[in-house]
């Protein structure tokens, strides 16, 4: 084998290994993402806590969070929040339900995507507890009540971007899942 057909060779398996590191990193860039999103607030995908920092004061300001609900087209469900807006406190735990009911006479499994407007506030609007956190499965007729707790960092109020909001709107969109996952 001559050394230009080494080399050519060699020229080919370089190619084919970036396009195989291309077309990976284009099936991870969508999880990447999220997680990015979820570990930052970025593009108003709000923070996730385990609880409520114990250093967490209310501050006396208030603002208005907005509920919003939808549902995709392929998912035979109604679903709407019970308020449709709150004034809470900024830095103080507090408490919302959304109700879900399956109008299908088969049982069926969604998972609910969440964002956070204006995108600048998703860093500072943090969930303790969501439905959104794992799928829902919904006997034929069935509808539930579904606790969000969440609470508005009061960092918000120390940043020049954001500390004008005057109101938040979380909002859920769910979606069908084919096959209910496994809980392990």
């Known amino acids: 084998m ?3 057909a080494r080399r050519n060779g ?3 398996a370089y190619a084919a290994l970036l396009v195989l590191g291309m077309v990976g990193l284009a099936f991870a860039s969508v999880p990447l993402y999220r997680l990015f999103c979820q570990v930052t607030g ?33 998912l035979p469900w109604e679903f709407e929040p019970e308020e449709r807006r709150q004034r809470v406190a900024i830095g103080a735990r507090d408490m919302t339900f959304y109700t879900a009911k399956n109008l299908s006479d088969q ?5 609910a995507t969440f964002n956070v407007t204006p995108a600048k506030a998703g860093q500072y609007f ?3 507890q969501c439905f959104c956190f794992t799928e829902q499965t919904l006997k034929p007729g069935q509808e539930v009540r579904m606790p969000v ?6 960092k918000i109020l120390d ?5 004008r909001i005057d109101e938040i709107t979380l909002s859920y ?3 069908p899942v084919d096959q209910p996952k496994k809980q392990s």
């Open 159 to 163: 940043d020049p971007d954001a500390s």
């Open 2 to 4: 001559s050394t230009l």
């Open 173 to 175: 969109t769910f979606y």
């Open 42 to 74: 970025f593009g108003g995908t709000p923070l996730r806590a385990e609880e409520a920092a114990p250093s967490l004061k209310p501050t006396g300001r208030l603002i208005s969070v907005r509920f919003d609900a939808n549902t995709n087209s392929a």
């Open 149 to 154: 707790i969440f609470f508005v960092d009061p």
């Open 126 to 128: 943090t969930k303790i």
């Open 107 to 111: 049982p069926v499994t969604g998972t």
């Open 10 to 12: 060699r020229t080919a």
